[in-house]
């Protein structure tokens, strides 16, 4: 209930979840302790409020002035001080103590051009510092401060001179010298630790632009170095390393506004290739070239301002507006997928507006509120990666969906999970017209036998690899890899300008041609121990199958259903080294897209589940390359070890013996007691079995056969191909005896020639 | 081929070999304007605790200090006194400051500064890792002592005590120079702790935005690598002075953060290179190896510094050799390049700061930044590798939608949906049992059916399969034409288990699932299966290249169980020799598996296999769902069969044994045995029969001698019966026998029983 609740909210709890870091933030503002500030009900602060001309403004004079020239600054909150074009006053009282220690005065702000600190003690001046960003040689530390004892029995006075360009509020501190050294030493390394924090996420940005390529990331990048920058230089912490950097206010304003403006240009882009392309949002396209102009315009402009208030308010203005634009502009999109990005806007606003407030003086100043931008930059940084990176989780929660959709039974996916209109197609199976290849290796239990498991595996991936190449490259798909061997097939609708059947029977030859090849360069560098050449037997077969999954529920599992696969198997059994075997509904689509008949033999095969011999057409390489191709089965013979063995015998005349069967004269040319070389007008792929019928040419020596009933036999095709004679044959004989073999032999004999030598001899 | 496996292990460390390069040769970046004093170190074996005693001892044993830094760790407490002359500094109205300071790695529990003018102590300060209130207001984290030069015959005498042998060189700054100094320093050290801080932050913000726990490792990885970096630089006495502990309880969370390192790093290479899919014959041992370290992690809170460093040692050690055995020869894939390049970043800026820091090498600032920078570079190089994954998760969904979108790139959701980021860089050789379950004569079944029907039917049937091999631990690695390949003991390596138990228990399962499914429904389309079981070592790796994720099993044994399933009958189970004996090892009954001999291809010695009929104890069920399939596939047509006459007999005489034939047919024989033979196999059988005069008329016509194929067999109370067709010979021969046999044995003539054929349409 609650777990169900949590993973599915409703929506106001996004909104919620939306607003949680504004809220947050304003609610923790005014609990933050106060490091930089004083106890306001300890010490009275005035403002002289008189007339103060070249006469008047000197301390002398000024601690003499009646006392209605001096206002009460609010004593419930910490003091500031408002810096004006004209010097301005301050007076702090600070009363006697019962045990007077040491205090320290400070005003951090190091960018005030001038800051006088005079004790007061009755009339007399005990004690002054000159300081500011005009006099830095005048004080050890960035900021000016002075170091007081209170008296025991009278109060005594702390008057504050300060000049200063800009109408900023700057934290003034009072307290003993051990809570002094806590400030400064915090200051020494908070800054600079947000500035690393911030420069660590750039790094992981520039990592993520150096992956992804896209130009947010780059202002992503560009950003969060540039806001890096802000905590140390606005808290004057550069100094301490950059001890001869400027510390003219305008300049220092100027760098900053400049920089705050580099964040705007990140909305923009974010926006532009977040919001608006992945949510389809045209309406940003439009705010973007607002922020964009406005951005540039004031980027080019400001240096103009430098010096004035204006452009400190109009980058401000600018900030703040093009955020609540943004923010306007949001809410019409779901929160859901939009849910970090939400809170980093929420985020950005309050934290900005609450450093500003405090330097502005608009509401009471702290040390914590004035760099409360440095706290801010870190979370909305946070954030807006979390952003970015909610994107990619939704990308893999779809993902997931469709995952669970495709284990389950008959769901159908919907045109949301995938952003694309599928018009609700069941995906779990559909039903396509292919070209079905299957490419098996052959032999490739030699290279099992020779090496250990992980070299075979090397080697199996460097061939398969070598062979999908091949068909990717001609639009195929790899199917599954099934051992040796390769199940692919090809569509032809993708780039394909033929028809998927071209593309299949281009890339079988393409294959074929890489290995004949490759026999010629073993051939021609003699390197026949260190290269193996193998061979591969290709089926095509054209149908229309079932791509569907077979997962089980369990994975993913798409492949191939139907009649076709298993057909294209066998076809795959009946196909010759270098050949390509193709069954008659490729063929035909072969033959109308505009290949040439002649570049096919009709070839009879045979199917394991069938009895009767079906009809396809064999393509050889060796009808366009037979020199070629002979070197190449000359290769493989070579590497593999297949040299006669036996000692055949040759008959008389060419068509003397015959072997009939289906229908068709198969002549025998030699023989050995396990097989006959035949040669006929019609050709039978390999695995073919056939029973035929013996035909000596001779009345007696057939009925020798017939009464021994061998005049029939069953043979195997275990070769053919096809020669200047017509095709030829390799046949084994299945079964039979040891004396039926005799007898057939010798009778095969009668019709036999001299073997060559004795000729020669004679 | 090694070449290019040097190159790239070079590539990958070559940014880290730089880094050593600057390392080495750098010149100190901060120049330190310290004054030069001379320091004489005490040398004595008395330990005087007292000012007073150590002003009395004799000039000779003092020793002028040479040693600029040194740690050695032991167990024991040590001081040293310092003696600086201090008169010799130029005459200056600032204060001056001697600073001292620990090393990274220990902190100085007591520091005592002494002012002495001749015999007489002017001013003294205790300071030290103990007395966190001395140093609060401090920016950085030596110990000062202030003083001024205004008598003759000034000296300073600083004592240290510390955990191990410590010894540093004091310095001496003027107070501004010094103030300048500490602020660029803790400048430097914030930005660097800063750094690291936000990479950590980055990766468990990735962590909780995309829950992948590869981030949360990570991101404690760096967390750890924060805490170490901000331990060895003393920040902490800088962040939070008056919460920073003692010395003597700091070193061991120091160190407890240090093993944190190793752990959360082997976690996350656990994830990263994905150990259990990988390396999964290893897997027992990074575990044994990751809780090992785990312990170390925990015991550095209680032990000894010599302890510890004995610990960490093997940590470091076994670290580099655990990522070495990771990557060797994989470091052509991006991830484990850039791991790699990380790897080395820590490394060499770990070891150059351990080094400096105990003053085996000379001690810089740059040095003693080294551990930061290493990190810092570590995790940033380590963050493109995770951002590549990103990357991967963002293109996977354009290239599921791609392929949902176009029909014929469906089978590429196979490897989108089902592998992860590393997927299978591995090959591991792993004894696995391999089970091939597949549909018996699924051409026939499918020849008049409509592709879809086929497909529905199959898929609900797989499903089941999947789910009982599941079940049973196994896990599946494809479907092969109209079955599949499930593999036993690969998702459980590493623990105890009997895969072949398992896989028989999962077949058996199987079968008793298929005939419900068969008896079941009318509607379904029967599909009698046949299971192979086989137990060997395999290869296990992707045999995809780099555009294509084919995660798969290759070896000799896959043939085999391959074969063993094709020898196989419908609704029963072929064990080869490997799995019987795992079973009987096992404790199973293996009285019930009938040995079977099997033809295998390219040899001529039949395989010794084992047949089990998981239907044993109920025959009838075995027939019934044998009937309906016979009846679903419109079996009609029956050969006449001829049992013999009373006393005939005709016996098959072969290499394997004696086969006495029951009856015959036109083609066939029937025949029994006490040896079971597979189907398909081809055995050569000379013919014997009761009546001389038929022998006499068949070695006459030659044909005593025949070769006879199995179409089926199976176990009957009788022994093992075999169905048996002559294999090749002539239509003439097989004829003249058969008529032979009718005219001479030839009882009555028998319709045959359904199970007889169904075994035999089923071939």
């Given amino acids: ?762 | 081929m090694a070449s290019k496996t040097f190159i790239y292990a070079l590539a990958s460390r070559l940014p880290a070999l730089l880094f050593l390069f600057a390392i080495v040769f750098s010149p100190d970046i901060l120049s330190v304007k310290s004054q030069h004093v001379a320091t004489s170190i005490l040398n004595t074996q008395e330990d005087p605790t007292d000012i007073a005693a150590v002003l009395d001892l004799p000039e000779s044993s003092w020793q002028t200090s040479t040693v600029s830094r040194k740690y050695i760790p032991t167990d024991a407490w040590h001081t040293h006194w310092y003696r600086l002359e201090v008169d010799s500094l130029p005459s200056n109205n600032d204060d001056w400051l001697v600073t001292m300071e620990g090393t990274g790695i220990m902190d100085l529990s007591k520091v005592e500064f002494f002012l002495v003018s001749g015999q007489q102590v002017l001013s003294r300060f205790n300071t030290g890792g103990d007395y966190p209130e001395t140093f609060s207001s401090q920016q950085d984290s030596r110990y000062l002592f202030k003083f001024r030069v205004e008598k003759p015959d000034t000296r300073i005498y600083i004592r240290t005590a510390s955990n191990g042998d410590l010894i540093n060189t004091p310095q001496i700054y003027s107070e501004r120079d010094y103030k300048d100094h500490a602020r660029s320093l803790v400048f430097i050290v914030s930005i660097l702790n800063g750094c690291l801080l936000g990479l950590a932050i980055y990766s468990l913000g990735l962590f909780v935005v995309l829950r992948d726990v590869t981030y949360f490792y990570l991101g404690f990885w760096q967390i750890c690598s924060v805490f170490m970096a901000i331990y060895v630089s003393r920040f902490i006495k800088t962040i939070a002075p008056m919460i920073a502990i003692k010395s003597e309880q700091l070193y061991p969370v120091g160190a407890v953060f240090f093993g944190g390192f190793f752990v959360f790093l082997f976690l996350f290479a656990g994830k990263y290179f994905d150990y259990r899919r990988n390396f999964p014959k290893s897997v027992l041992y990074l575990k044994i190896h990751l809780y090992a370290s785990v312990m170390s992690t925990v015991t550095f809170a209680f032990a000894k510094p010599s302890w510890i460093i004995v610990q960490l040692g093997f940590l470091i050690v076994s670290a580099i050799v655990r990522n070495m055995f990771v990557y060797s020869g994989h470091l052509k894939q991006s991830f484990v390049f850039l791991f790699s390049t990380a790897a080395s970043f820590y490394i060499v800026g770990g070891i150059a700061f351990v080094l400096s820091d105990v003053g085996i090498i000379e001690w810089t600032q740059f040095r003693y930044f080294s551990l930061h920078i290493g990190s810092i570079f570590g995790s940033a190089i380590l963050s493109v590798s995770m951002s590549q994954r990103l990357k991967f998760m963002e293109k996977r969904h354009k290239d599921i939608v791609n392929a949902i979108k176009k029909d014929d790139e469906l089978v590429k959701l196979n490897a989108l949906l089902n592998e992860s980021f590393s997927g299978h860089f591995n090959t591991s050789d792993l004894d696995v049992s391999m089970m091939f379950v597949d549909i018996a004569s699924f051409s026939e079944i499918s020849l008049g059916r409509t592709q879809s029907d086929i497909y529905r039917d199959l898929s609900a049937l797989i499903t089941s399969v999947v789910g009982i091999v599941e079940e049973h631990g196994g896990s599946i690695d494809r479907s092969v034409g109209a079955g599949v390949l499930c593999l036993f003991g690969y998702k459980k390596v590493g623990k105890s288990f009997d895969p072949s138990v398992d896989a028989f228990s999962a077949a058996c399962r199987i079968q008793e699932m298929n005939v419900q499914r068969s008896l079941g429904s009318v509607n379904k389309i029967i599909m009698p299966m046949r299971i192979g079981i086989h137990t060997a070592k395999v290869t296990i790796g992707n045999l995809g290249d780099q555009g294509r994720i084919d995660f798969t099993v290759i070896g000799a044994g896959v043939n085999l169980a391959s074969r063993l399933k094709e020898s196989c009958s419908p609704y029963k189970v072929i064990l080869s020799q490997a799995v019987r004996d795992q079973l009987k090892a096992g404790g199973r009954d293996v009285e019930r598996l009938s040995p079977i001999s099997i033809a295998v291809k390219h040899q001529a010695k039949l395989l010794e296999a084992f047949e089990f009929n998981p239907f044993g104890a109920a025959p009838e069920l075995l027939q019934r769902v044998e009937s309906v399939f016979l009846e679903h596939i419109g079996m009609r047509s029956l050969d006449q069969r001829f049992r013999l006459k009373n006393d005939a007999q005709i016996n098959l005489v072969s290499d394997v044994g004696v086969f006495q034939v029951r009856d015959f047919s036109n083609y066939g024989f029937r025949a029994v045995s006490t040896k079971l033979l597979g189907r398909q196999t081809v055995i050569n059988v000379k013919i014997q029969t009761s009546n001389p005069h038929i022998d006499a008329q068949l070695s006459e016509a030659l044909l005593s001698d025949v070769a006879l194929e199995v179409r089926w067999s199976r176990q009957t109370e009788h022994g093992f019966e075999h169905g048996f067709k002559i294999y090749g010979g002539g239509s003439r021969q097989s004829e003249f026998i058969f008529n032979t046999f009718k005219i001479g044995f030839a009882g009555d003539a028998i319709s045959q029983t359904l199970d007889q054929i169904v075994t035999e349409v089923a071939s």
């Fill in chain 1, 1 to 762: 209930m609650v777990l169900s609740w949590f993973k599915n909210p409703p929506t106001w709890a996004y909104r919620l979840l939306a607003i949680l870091p504004a809220l947050v933030f304003v609610a923790i503002v005014p609990v933050l302790p106060d490091v930089g500030g004083f106890d306001g009900s300890l010490y009275r602060v005035e403002r002289y409020v008189g007339p103060l001309d070249s006469n008047l403004d000197s301390i002398e004079v000024i601690k003499n002035q009646s006392a209605n020239l001096w206002v009460a600054e609010d004593p419930q909150y910490h003091f500031g001080v408002k810096g004006a074009r004209e010097p301005v006053w301050y007076r702090i009282t600070i009363p006697a103590v019962a045990h007077p220690k040491s205090l320290i005065s400070e005003v951090g702000y190091h960018l005030l051009p001038k800051a006088d600190f005079y004790l007061v003690d009755g009339q007399s001046v005990t004690a002054s510092v000159f300081g500011g960003s005009e006099r830095p040689a005048l004080v050890d530390n960035l900021f000016t401060s002075i170091k007081f004892r209170p008296e025991q029995s009278r109060e005594v006075y702390l008057y504050l001179r300060l000049e200063t360009q800009a109408p900023i509020v700057a934290p003034l501190f009072i307290g003993d010298e051990q809570s002094f050294l806590a400030l400064n030493s915090m200051r020494g390394w908070f800054h600079v630790l947000i500035t690393g924090v911030l420069i660590g996420f750039g790094l992981y940005s520039l990592a993520l632009f150096l992956t992804m390529r896209k130009p947010l990331y780059a202002i992503l990048l560009v950003s969060q170095f540039t806001v890096a920058i802000f905590p140390t230089f606005f808290s004057g912490q550069i100094y301490n390393i950059w001890p001869n950097f400027t510390r003219d206010l305008s300049i220092n304003l100027l760098i900053i506004m400049e920089t705050v403006l580099i964040p705007q240009i990140l909305i923009f882009f974010f926006n532009q290739s977040y919001v608006a392309r992945d949510l389809g949002a045209k309406s940003f396209n439009n705010l973007a070239k607002i922020v964009a102009t406005m951005t540039i315009v004031e980027f080019v402009s400001a240096p103009f301002f430098s010096s004035s208030p204006i452009l400190i308010v109009l980058v401000t203005v600018s900030n703040l507006g093009v955020i609540v634009a943004v923010i306007i502009d949001i809410m019409k999109w779901p929160i859901k997928n939009l849910i970090f990005y939400r809170m980093f806007l929420s985020s950005v606003i309050p934290g900005i507006a609450i450093s500003a407030a405090s330097w502005l003086g608009v509401t009471a100043p702290s040390y914590f509120k004035h760099y409360f931008f440095d706290v801010n930059a870190v979370v909305s940084f946070i954030l807006l990666a979390a952003a970015m990176t909610h994107r990619i989780r939704n990308l893999e929660l779809k993902h997931r969906r469709i995952v669970r959709a495709l284990r389950s039974d008959n769901l159908r996916l919907t045109d949301q999970l995938v952003d694309v209109d599928l018009n609700l197609v069941p995906i779990d199976h559909r039903e396509i017209d292919v070209t079905i290849m299957y490419i098996d290796i052959m032999s490739f239990s030699l290279v099992a036998e020779r090496d250990s498991g992980r070299e075979i595996f090397t080697d199996l991936t460097r061939r398969l690899s070598s062979l999908s190449r091949i068909v990717t490259a001609h639009n195929g798909v790899i199917d599954r890899s099934l051992g040796d061997g390769l199940l692919c097939f090809f569509s032809g609708n993708r780039n394909s300008s033929f028809g998927h059947a071209t593309d299949a029977f281009n890339a079988a030859s393409e294959i074929q041609n890489m290995l004949i090849d490759e026999a010629l360069r073993i051939k021609s560098q003699g390197i026949y121990d260190k290269d193996l050449l193998l061979p591969v037997r290709i089926g095509l077969h054209s149908d229309r199958v079932l791509l569907a999954n077979l997962g089980g529920g369990v994975r993913v599992d798409f492949t191939m259903v139907g009649h076709g696969v298993n057909f294209v198997a066998s076809l795959e059994q009946a196909c010759g080294p270098f050949n390509v075997m193709i069954s008659e509904s490729c063929y035909h689509k072969l033959i109308t897209s505009g290949h040439v008949v002649d570049d096919f033999a009709p070839v009879k095969v045979s199917l394991k589940y069938q009895r009767d011999l079906i009809q396809a057409y064999e393509h050889s390489m060796g009808m366009k390359r037979p020199y070629d191709m002979k070197t190449a089965i000359g290769v493989y013979f070579n590497q593999v070890g297949v040299f006669p063995r036996e000692t055949r015998h040759s008959i008389v005349s060419e068509r003397s013996v015959a072997l009939i069967s289906n229908g068709t004269h198969f002549y025998v040319l030699d023989y050995s007691p396990s097989g006959m070389r035949l040669v006929s007008d019609n050709y039978f792929a390999q695995k073919v079995v056939m029973e035929f019928v013996v035909e000596t040419g001779v009345e007696h020596l057939n009925k020798k056969l017939r009464d021994k009933f061998i005049d029939r036999i069953i043979a195997e095709v275990k070769w053919s191909r096809k020669t200047e004679a017509g095709f030829e044959h390799g046949i084994k004989l299945m079964g039979g005896n040891q004396r039926q073999m005799e007898l057939l032999i010798h009778v095969l004999s009668k019709r036999h020639t001299m073997p060559e030598s004795w000729r020669t001899g004679a």
